[in-house]
């Protein structure tokens, strides 16, 4: 009996559809619930169609934190205004970026972080935010807004700031709908602190 020859495997671009359904796993069941199987599953493959592109759950998991932070810089990137009218609109891009995607928030600055040094698409997506924060804090200090202090120490102090922020408002410690307000009260106050005088 002839057998009809086997079709080659085609789904489009399967790695972006696996890092969809990885995502919507997350939306729906935080990172408890993201697995490589069900990642494939939801994307109508077999798990060992997913392991060509992801050698294992971290990979999967480092490819939704790289998309995040992407989505989290373009969302800055469109910050216009003076230096300090947009350092404290990243800010509040950084806060509406949270309370919009709390289950992803949560995985980029969660406990299960994947290596860095394994994942550079990871690394250097984090990096971008990083430096995007940082050239604002820069432009700031330069038009007189802000006190000239070390850069890279500013950065850590706004980071753990909005870090911060953001974690209160998604523990419901901090009304989500006031967020936008609380964090240009905020960073007013870091302002008069940093201040130039």
């Known amino acids: 009996m002839a057998t009809s020859p086997r079709r080659p495997y085609h789904h489009g671009d399967l790695r972006a559809a696996l890092v969809t ?36 759950k971290a990979a999967l998991v480092a490819a939704v934190m790289a998309q995040g932070f992407d989505e989290l810089r373009a969302a800055a990137e469109a910050v216009s205004g003076g230096p300090r009218d947009r350092l404290h609109g990243i800010g509040r891009a950084y806060v509406a970026f949270a309370v919009a995607n709390p289950s992803l928030y949560r995985l980029m600055f969660g406990g299960e972080v994947p290596r860095r040094d394994v994942h550079v698409e990871l690394s250097a997506s984090e990096q971008r935010v990083h430096a995007l924060l940082s050239s604002a804090i820069a432009a700031a200090q330069e038009s007189g807004e802000l006190a000239v202090h070390d850069v890279a120490d500013v950065t850590v102090l706004m980071a753990c700031v909005l870090h911060g922020l953001c974690s209160l408002v998604l523990a419901g410690q901090l009304p989500a709908e006031r967020s936008a307000d609380v964090a240009d009260t905020v960073l007013a106050l870091v302002d008069s602190g940093l201040a130039a005088r």
Do not use: C, M
């Open 21 to 56: 359904a990885a995502r919507s796993l997350v939306v729906a069941e935080d990172a408890e619930g993201l697995t490589l199987r069900r990642a494939a599953a939801s994307a109508g493959v077999s798990h060992t169609a997913a392991y060509r592109h992801f050698a294992d």
